[in-house]
């Protein structure tokens, strides 16, 4: 397993090994899917929609729909525009969505298919919505097309109508149907009025009921992304994905914005809970959440023992990765490597602020990184842990590391994407899984007279 | 024989454009009929919910993405390189190293496109070189949507790594938008093995009298090995497989070889033929998924081989493996006899995966490929009769002469024609004369069609890939992908047939079937209402 990789470490500018990201049109898609009856749209050849209906089928075992404006040689050459149209006329005819998410691939986009003045063409029928987002492959990654289509709804739906609707929008980011369910259970106990977009779960984890049912119940409805415009303010998390479409409901509707880590840890939970319960105006954090939270830091003292001063490799998408080094750190494990695919030098220096509050120093930060280099790195000095998506396993299976699997994608595993990593529960579940894959090598490796039933 | 033709009532919803188009890819089976002709490999209708890919996809990631020796770089954005990474569960050993575990991109970037990206590829194969101290066998680049567009000469770049290097360098100019699925990428991987791989080790000695190469096996679940098992306990010498664990150097000695068996025709019968023109190697159509079609492939290669000793070993084989399996057969068969399924995948397997159903007594009512031709549905013969248009046009067809100094053959011209009767010889007659009479062929199914073929025929199972796997599933139809088998497998030969139907038996009888409908759906909870009301 990766045999080949040598511990000498070459710079390199141009060779991508083993990437840690993937292209932005995955993210449109699963932005997309967080919208009621919305079909998601890939304008280029079908290659890049099957690619990413695969993935999000293979990480959240649920269908994902979506269709292509099938491109061959002529459309190339000649334009998308007669593809576009007949595509967006097929799929309104066909699959019946209320609406169209449009996002461009590194094919239309290199030959400078104009989507907007497409779409101008096309008539859409009475009821129905079609938005676009550009998505060039060769910029960022997913994460970024995940926002860039955030912000194609909000510029083609998103309208202040002068009556503020009272109500707090939250933007969760890039999230399991698990992780969207936690922090809508905590907005709901600490009273919060509130929009959340986009909201893939009742889409991404829909009950298996005996029909097939194209549009389950779940997604963010149009109506309420429309009035997100009214809201009071947005309640976002994860700075690196919610930036954007913070600052494209501000530009548009005034709407003003609070930008929070992602929830995961204590004291991001904290976070978000006083936010919450601020906005709310409940004027103080309901006992229920204490008790959560009690129980939490219960079980970390419990279980110190088994994970404090272990050294772990945290990789994946931005928000995640910080939100999960956050965590470690509470536990009093130390990050060593903590690296991620997609540019950004907020991951850097907000990586960088964290660490220092708690003095860690000899840790390796790294984003627009690849987990060719992780290895490498494992390679001259070894962690205990490693904590990120399924593409990992090769270098956990190669030197014999455990691995806690958190991100996207996780391929190889099932139930994840129902269970939180976020809230205080998310934590929960998160140091269960440290703390028993850690008792697990324990008890896997050692000797049989050293085998113990009790801790 | 009253037929039922469900075609206008699959396709009743579609406007009448769309009815137009979709129409001519479904037919009835009829073998009265000797006139029907299915539409197969033209454009997707955009819009509709194909579960086609594309040209990279079936030039990397099918042929070329298998091979353990060769580094393999996608030129282009992330993307493709990222999904095309370990995804088709195409195993491989090497006790040195296997290349294929690692995904090379050249990450291309705006500027790159704007600018031109070859100067990031020649870099990217510096660095790979000074990265690894294990030199590949040989560097494939392979290039992505945008960079055919933006014109980089990736070929420029291949001849001068090469002549820098000293390390084969070869180009596959498979941007996603060539042709129309992912066939033409198979196409484009096979012309350049074609050109560049087989036969250029010259000095490699002729291979035994009793060898084969392995063609279109890719060693999905570990089918080839155990294809591989097989051959070699009759005593066949496998030379090299195209392309599952498959290696760089071991092609270029397929020239040796006696015979060349083809699996998946859809995907190298170009090969097959090519090789015979220049070598005079015959190919022989074979099937080692199902337990029939297993022993039908080993007795034709008997027969073509022709000698009492191996004959007798093939016998031998034959019968220690049925042995092995009687009692899962006949329990397979009392479980599954009756059954009904449809099956949708790529490219030959729909067919080949019938008669493994077959073996069990399931029927199956309907069947298409994803991205055939139509002499995949309708056997080799037609190939003169298909019109080209200009989406395969794109697509180079080379022509190949017999070598001078290799080219060989091992039957007498008598013994060919003989044998040509008896077997698929240099041909394959396709997946319709093996359907039964009043079932239905659809190319390039798509979602709302699995959905009404779902609702008409109300199958038992529903053999796809993972992308519509879940729909059917929901839907309360048991669903096993046929493209990665689940993580289980393999299927192929003897055992690999039982372990399929265990596999059916075990995902047709778990409990939860059966707790779909829960027990408040079929008795009233309506007791404590009336109470309130007082009614008691």
């Known amino acids: 397993m990766l045999d080949l990789t040598p511990n000498e470490c070459v710079e390199r500018e141009a060779l991508r090994i083993n990437p840690c990201k993937t292209c932005q049109p995955v993210g449109a898609v699963y932005a997309a899917l967080g919208v009621h009856r919305c079909m998601p749209y890939s304008h280029g050849s079908q290659g890049c929609i099957s690619y990413h209906r695969t993935v999000l089928s293979r990480h959240f075992k649920e269908p994902a729909p979506a269709v292509s404006s099938s491109f061959t040689e002529g459309a190339s050459v000649f334009g998308g525009g007669s593809n576009l149209k007949t595509g967006v006329k097929n799929v309104f005819e066909i699959y019946k969505p209320d609406i169209i998410a449009i996002h461009t691939t590194c094919l239309s986009e290199t030959i400078g298919d104009d989507i907007r003045s497409i779409i101008q063409d096309i008539e859409v029928p009475d009821g129905k919505y079609l938005v676009h987002a550009n998505t060039p492959s060769y910029v960022g990654s997913h994460v970024y097309g995940y926002y860039n289509m955030m912000c194609g709804f909000i510029n083609y739906l998103s309208e202040s109508t002068g009556v503020p609707n009272g109500k707090v929008a939250i933007f969760p980011g890039w999230m399991n149907p698990g992780d969207l369910v936690e922090i809508k259970r905590l907005a709901d106990i600490c009273g919060l009025k509130y929009i959340m977009f986009p909201d893939q779960s009742g889409v991404m984890d829909a009950p298996l009921l005996g029909t097939y049912e194209m549009y389950p119940e779940g997604g963010t409805r149009i109506s309420e992304i429309k009035d997100l415009g009214n809201c009071r303010c947005v309640l976002a998390l994860g700075e690196m994905i919610s930036a954007e479409p913070c600052f494209a409901l501000e530009r548009k509707c005034k709407v003003p914005h609070k930008m929070i880590p992602y929830p995961i840890g204590v004291e991001n939970t904290d976070e978000f809970v006083m936010q919450t319960v601020k906005l709310s105006g409940i004027g103080n954090v309901p006992v229920c959440l204490e008790n959560e939270r009690g129980q939490l830091i219960d079980m970390m003292i419990d279980s110190h023992q088994h994970y404090s001063q272990k050294k772990v490799a945290i990789y994946g998408d931005p928000d995640t990765v910080l939100g999960v080094m956050s965590f470690v750190l509470e536990l009093g494990m130390t990050p060593k490597y903590v690296i991620t695919g997609t540019f950004g030098e907020r991951f850097d220096h907000e990586a960088a602020r964290i660490l220092e509050v708690y003095g860690v120093k000899d840790c390796k930060v790294k984003s627009n990184a690849d987990l060719f280099e992780l290895h490498q790195w494992i390679k001259n000095e070894s962690v205990d842990l490693l904590i990120g998506t399924t593409y990992g396993k090769q270098i956990a299976k190669a030197e014999n590391i455990p691995l806690v699997r958190v991100g996207f994608p996780v391929l190889d595993r099932y139930v994840h994407s129902y269970m939180p990593i976020v809230g205080y529960r998310g934590c929960i579940r998160l140091l269960e899984m440290i703390t028993n894959v850690f008792l697990d090598e324990r008890d896997r490796e050692c000797e049989d007279k050293d085998l113990e039933i009790v801790l | 024989m009253n037929m039922v033709i469900p075609r206008e009532e699959i396709l009743a919803k579609y406007d009448p454009r769309v009815f137009k188009n979709r129409k001519e890819h479904i037919i009835t089976v009829d073998s009265n009929d000797p006139n029907s002709q299915i539409t197969a490999n033209s454009r997707a209708v955009p819009g509709i919910m194909t579960h086609r890919g594309c040209c990279?996809?079936?030039?990397?990631?099918?042929?070329?993405?298998?091979?353990?020796?060769?580094?393999?770089?996608?030129?282009?954005?992330?993307?493709?390189?990222?999904?095309?990474?370990?995804?088709?569960?195409?195993?491989?050993?090497?006790?040195?190293?296997?290349?294929?575990?690692?995904?090379?991109?050249?990450?291309?970037?705006?500027?790159?496109?704007?600018?031109?990206?070859?100067?990031?590829?020649?870099?990217?194969?510096?660095?790979?070189?000074?990265?690894?101290?294990?030199?590949?066998?040989?560097?494939?680049?392979?290039?992505?949507?945008?960079?055919?567009?933006?014109?980089?000469?990736?070929?420029?770049?291949?001849?001068?790594?090469?002549?820098?290097?000293?390390?084969?360098?070869?180009?596959?100019?498979?941007?996603?938008?060539?042709?129309?699925?992912?066939?033409?990428?198979?196409?484009?991987?096979?012309?350049?093995?074609?050109?560049?791989?087989?036969?250029?080790?010259?000095?490699?000695?002729?291979?035994?009298?009793?060898?084969?190469?392995?063609?279109?096996?890719?060693?999905?679940?570990?089918?080839?090995?155990?294809?591989?098992?097989?051959?070699?306990?009759?005593?066949?010498?496998?030379?090299?497989?195209?392309?599952?664990?498959?290696?760089?150097?071991?092609?270029?000695?397929?020239?040796?070889?006696?015979?060349?068996?083809?699996?998946?025709?859809?995907?190298?019968?170009?090969?097959?033929?090519?090789?015979?023109?220049?070598?005079?190697?015959?190919?022989?159509?074979?099937?080692?998924?199902?337990?029939?079609?297993?022993?039908?492939?080993?007795?034709?290669?008997?027969?073509?081989?022709?000698?009492?000793?191996?004959?007798?070993?093939?016998?031998?084989?034959?019968?220690?493996?049925?042995?092995?399996?009687?009692?899962?057969?006949?329990?397979?068969?009392?479980?599954?006899?009756?059954?009904?399924?449809?099956?949708?995948?790529?490219?030959?397997?729909?067919?080949?995966?019938?008669?493994?159903?077959?073996?069990?007594?399931?029927?199956?009512?309907?069947?298409?490929?994803?991205?055939?031709?139509?002499?995949?549905?309708?056997?080799?013969?037609?190939?003169?009769?298909?019109?080209?248009?200009?989406?395969?046009?794109?697509?180079?067809?080379?022509?190949?002469?017999?070598?001078?100094?290799?080219?060989?053959?091992?039957?007498?011209?008598?013994?060919?024609?003989?044998?040509?009767?008896?077997?698929?010889?240099?041909?394959?007659?396709?997946?319709?004369?093996?359907?039964?009479?009043?079932?239905?062929?659809?190319?390039?199914?798509?979602?709302?069609?699995?959905?009404?073929?779902?609702?008409?025929?109300?199958?038992?199972?529903?053999?796809?890939?993972?992308?519509?796997?879940?729909?059917?599933?929901?839907?309360?139809?048991?669903?096993?992908?046929?493209?990665?088998?689940?993580?289980?497998?393999?299927?192929?030969?003897?055992?690999?047939?039982?372990?399929?139907?265990?596999?059916?038996?075990?995902?047709?009888?778990?409990?939860?079937?059966?707790?779909?409908?829960?027990?408040?759906?079929?008795?009233?909870?309506?007791?404590?209402?009336?109470?309130?009301?007082?009614?008691?």
């Open chain 2, 56 to 536: 990279y996809a079936g030039c990397k990631g099918v042929v070329l993405g298998p091979l353990k020796d060769v580094l393999v770089i996608t030129h282009g954005p992330i993307g493709c390189g990222f999904y095309s990474w370990g995804t088709r569960r195409n195993k491989a050993y090497d006790p040195n190293g296997v290349w294929f575990q690692y995904c090379f991109s050249t990450d291309v970037q705006e500027p790159d496109i704007v600018f031109g990206g070859d100067k990031k590829l020649r870099k990217a194969i510096d660095e790979a070189l000074a990265t690894f101290k294990v030199r590949p066998k040989a560097i494939m680049i392979c290039s992505t949507c945008p960079i055919g567009l933006i014109g980089d000469d990736i070929h420029a770049v291949a001849a001068k790594a090469e002549a820098d290097y000293g390390i084969p360098c070869m180009a596959f100019s498979c941007e996603g938008y060539k042709g129309v699925s992912q066939s033409g990428g198979h196409h484009i991987a096979n012309n350049t093995i074609m050109r560049r791989v087989i036969g250029s080790n010259i000095e490699a000695p002729q291979a035994s009298r009793y060898s084969v190469n392995l063609l279109g096996e890719y060693n999905i679940g570990g089918d080839g090995w155990e294809v591989e098992r097989i051959l070699e306990r009759c005593g066949i010498e496998v030379v090299s497989i195209f392309t599952g664990d498959g290696s760089f150097e071991k092609i270029q000695k397929a020239h040796t070889a006696t015979l060349n068996l083809v699996q998946c025709h859809r995907s190298i019968n170009y090969i097959a033929e090519m090789m015979k023109t220049k070598y005079g190697i015959d190919w022989l159509k074979v099937n080692f998924i199902g337990i029939k079609s297993t022993i039908k492939s080993l007795h034709d290669i008997a027969d073509y081989f022709d000698d009492p000793v191996l004959t007798k070993r093939i016998e031998d084989v034959i019968e220690d493996e049925m042995e092995d399996i009687a009692d899962d057969i006949v329990y397979l068969r009392s479980m599954l006899e009756g059954k009904t399924a449809v099956i949708y995948v790529g490219g030959s397997r729909s067919h080949h995966y019938q008669l493994l159903m077959r073996d069990f007594g399931i029927k199956c009512v309907a069947a298409g490929y994803e991205f055939a031709h139509r002499d995949d549905y309708e056997g080799r013969d037609v190939i003169p009769t298909i019109k080209g248009d200009a989406d395969n046009k794109n697509i180079e067809s080379i022509t190949v002469k017999p070598d001078p100094d290799l080219y060989k053959t091992f039957l007498t011209e008598a013994r060919y024609k003989e044998l040509k009767e008896k077997m698929e010889l240099d041909d394959y007659a396709g997946m319709i004369p093996d359907m039964d009479n009043g079932s239905i062929v659809i190319d390039d199914m798509n979602e709302f069609e699995s959905e009404e073929i779902m609702r008409i025929f109300k199958p038992d199972m529903f053999f796809s890939g993972i992308k519509d796997k879940y729909m059917f599933e929901k839907s309360g139809v048991y669903s096993r992908q046929l493209h990665s088998y689940d993580y289980s497998g393999p299927y192929s030969g003897f055992a690999g047939a039982c372990k399929f139907g265990h596999d059916l038996v075990m995902g047709l009888t778990i409990p939860a079937w059966k707790l779909i409908v829960p027990k408040w759906k079929k008795e009233s909870v309506l007791e404590a209402s009336f109470e309130k009301k007082g009614v008691l």
